[in-house]
Each structure stands twice: as structure tokens, then as C-alpha cells.
């Protein structure tokens, strides 16, 4: 935060200092979790304080959790404004859509080119598989969290999650639809756990209750899964 509060200068050697900190952490890798990926409202699952701290209370559950990257919501309002440009035969937009993509592109890779090989790439789901995947329950024209949260969905599903948690603002609209066809999306792969969280700001006991029931089913899908390997 100092670091981008003084002009982001050098911001690529802070975060790998931040890397090496977290790598010198003692980490305990001797049992497997499973993971969660917490998907839905951009700016609430990347703030704590906004959605009840779900991911530390999964994690106090035993749970291994991901989280979108922030990014996702950037490469999705480029591709956005490039295929808007289109549509409107803006050509000077079109132009400056794609100068905006590189230029993204340019700084992702000096932001990340000191801490690439510690993340887990595995599980990077890129815009365009995202938007390839959701079509069987959301269009990829429906603007907004949607799309990028049942392709994200779908994609993390076959890469070996063990659970979804989709966060949403009460009453929000986009994240009502995720809500509306999160249960066909989960019987049509295998009943994959998929809890949905409306969250306005207030904790309550049932919360609680319904995290412990999801973390439970999260292990037994997770255990479930490791047996049918076995026996394969």
C-alpha cells in the first residue's frame, strides 16, 4: 500500500518481497484440503469486511480457498469495450480497445515476472474460456459478474475443485441469476457443492450453520472423488 501510495515505483520488487514473506511462512502440506473458489461480486469477494469474512471462516473449516483475481473484471471491460466498439462500427474504439488490452498485458507481466513461479497457474481461468463456457447457463452478451462466474464455474469444475461459493450484494440482480441456475449448474456436474451468499452487512448464527453444512459436504465431495480415482 506505501509502495502504490508513492507512485507504484518498483511495485514488482515489492511483491516479490511479499512472496518471499508468505514462502517463509511454515506451512503444514502433509494433509490435502480441498478447495473452495469463491467466485460472484467482483469488489465483495475481494473485500473481507463486505462479504462476513468467508474465506478465513472457511479456512478455520478446514477448507483450501481461491479466490478470482482481481484482474479478471479489467480484461472483462476491455473485451467489453472492444466488442461495444464493434457493434457500433466505432473503429477509432476499436483501436483504442485493443492499444488498452496491450497495454494491460504489458503491465500484468512486469507486475508478476518476479513472483510467476510461485503461483498456482493451474487454475487460471483466462476471459476466453470463461466466456466459451458460460453459454449453457448464462449468455456471455449478459453484461456483467454472470458470465464470468458460471465460466469460471464451469472451468474450475474440471480443473478439480471440490466447491463453489458464489457471493452477492442482497437484492442484486446479477447475482440472483447466478443464484437462479447455480442448482441445474450443480446437478449437472456430479452435485458439486455450490452455496450462495447474500450478504447485507449483517452476521447471523444461520450463517454459521450454513458454512459448517457446506464445508462438510466439501470434504465428503472431495473424499467421494478420491475414491473414484482409486478405484479407477
Same mark, same amino acid.
Given at each position: 500500500m506505501k509502495c502504490i501510495e508513492n507512485g507504484s515505483k518498483g511495485l514488482h520488487k515489492t @511483491?516479490?518481497? &511479499?512472496a518471499a +514473506?508468505? @514462502?517463509?511462512?511454515? &506451512?503444514?502440506?502433509? /494433509?490435502? !484440503?480441498?478447495? &473452495?473458489a469463491i467466485i460472484g461480486e467482483i469488489f465483495m469477494r475481494d473485500n473481507a469486511p463486505c462479504?462476513?469474512?468467508i474465506a478465513n471462516r472457511l479456512? +478455520?473449516? *478446514? /477448507?483450501?480457498?481461491? /479466490?478470482?483475481p482481481f484482474s479478471e473484471w479489467i480484461y472483462y471491460s476491455t473485451?467489453?469495450?472492444t466488442r461495444d466498439s464493434r457493434w457500433k462500427n466505432d473503429n477509432i474504439g476499436v483501436i483504442k480497445s485493443k492499444i488498452q488490452g496491450f497495454g494491460q498485458d504489458v503491465i500484468a507481466y512486469s507486475l508478476l515476472r518476479g513472483i510467476k513461479e510461485f503461483t498456482d497457474h493451474q487454475k487460471d481461468v483466462s476471459l476466453h474460456d470463461m466466456l466459451n463456457l458460460c453459454n449453457t447457463y448464462i449468455n456471455k452478451f449478459y453484461d456483467g459478474d454472470p458470465p464470468i462466474a458460471m465460466g469460471t464455474s464451469?472451468?474450475?469444475?474440471?480443473? *478439480?475443485?471440490?466447491? @463453489?461459493?458464489a457471493i452477492l450484494p442482497f437484492t442484486c440482480m446479477p447475482g440472483t441469476v447466478v443464484a437462479s441456475v447455480s442448482d441445474t449448474f450443480r446437478k449437472d456436474h456430479n452435485n458439486i457443492p455450490f452455496i450462495n451468499i447474500?450478504?447485507? *452487512?449483517? +452476521?447471523?448464527?444461520?450463517? +454459521?450453520? !450454513?458454512l459448517q453444512a457446506f464445508a462438510f459436504q466439501v470434504k465428503e465431495y472431495a473424499m467421494a472423488g478420491k475414491q473414484e480415482l482409486v478405484r479407477l
Open positions: @511483491l516479490a518481497l &511479499v +514473506d508468505f @514462502l517463509a511462512i511454515k &506451512v503444514d502440506k502433509s /494433509i490435502k !484440503r480441498p478447495v &473452495v462479504n462476513g469474512d479456512e +478455520d473449516l *478446514g /477448507i483450501e480457498v481461491m /479466490i478470482g473485451y467489453r469495450f464451469m472451468a474450475l469444475y474440471e480443473r *478439480g475443485v471440490s466447491g @463453489l461459493a447474500a450478504y447485507d *452487512g449483517q +452476521d447471523s448464527v444461520s450463517l +454459521d450453520t !450454513r
